[in-house]
């Protein structure tokens, strides 16, 4: 049997889906292409002085770019209108920002050791082919 890595479990994804720091992947039988289950892990944030200090500038443009746009257009229209659409317009960029930034702080590194994790989850409904050098469904 195989050790479990990225590169030995590549063949059995059938489907990788990332919402923040959950990591959803469907799973397959790269013999008949059949799926065999689902499972979740979680990535862990790069710890590396490297990855925070990209992590956060990534934060810092996206915050300049979007509250820059929202700035502007309540600086454009002034008074309370201004107030107003500003207001509604500093909320969306925070929202943006969010959604936008919701992954700096992983990389395809922490991506890869989760999907190692989850598929510990549903290693039991596959068993290691040691001519085809990968893992097919029980």
């Given at each position: 049997?195989?050790?479990?890595?990225?590169?030995?479990?590549?063949?059995?994804?059938?489907?990788?889906?990332?919402?923040?720091?959950?990591?959803?992947?469907?799973?397959?039988?790269?013999?008949?292409?059949?799926?065999?289950?689902k499972?979740?892990?979680?990535?862990?944030?790069?710890?590396?002085?490297t990855?925070?200090?990209?992590?956060?500038?990534?934060?810092?443009?996206?915050?300049?770019?979007?509250?820059?746009?929202?700035r502007?257009?309540?600086?454009?229209?002034?008074?309370?209108?201004?107030?107003?659409?500003?207001?509604?317009?500093?909320?969306?960029?925070g929202?943006?920002?969010?959604?936008?930034?919701?992954?700096?702080?992983?990389?395809?590194?922490?991506?890869?050791?989760?999907?190692?994790?989850?598929?510990?989850?549903?290693?039991?409904?596959?068993?290691?082919?040691?001519?085809?050098?990968?893992?097919?469904?029980?």
């Amino acid at each position: 049997m195989s050790q479990v890595s990225f590169e030995t479990i590549e063949p059995n994804i059938g489907q990788v889906n990332v919402d923040g720091a959950q990591v959803d992947v469907v799973w397959k039988c790269p013999a008949t292409g059949r799926q065999v289950g689902k499972s979740t892990a979680y990535m862990t944030a790069d710890a590396s002085l490297t990855g925070r200090v990209g992590a956060n500038v990534k934060r810092t443009i996206v915050q300049e770019i979007t509250y820059g746009a929202a700035r502007f257009i309540s600086g454009l229209l002034g008074g309370t209108a201004g107030r107003v659409v500003g207001n509604a317009a500093y909320t969306a960029a925070g929202d943006v920002q969010h959604r936008a930034t919701s992954g700096v702080d992983y990389t395809e590194a922490s991506r890869q050791a989760a999907i190692v994790v989850a598929f510990e989850s549903v290693q039991d409904s596959f068993v290691w082919d040691d001519q085809r050098r990968r893992f097919v469904a029980r």
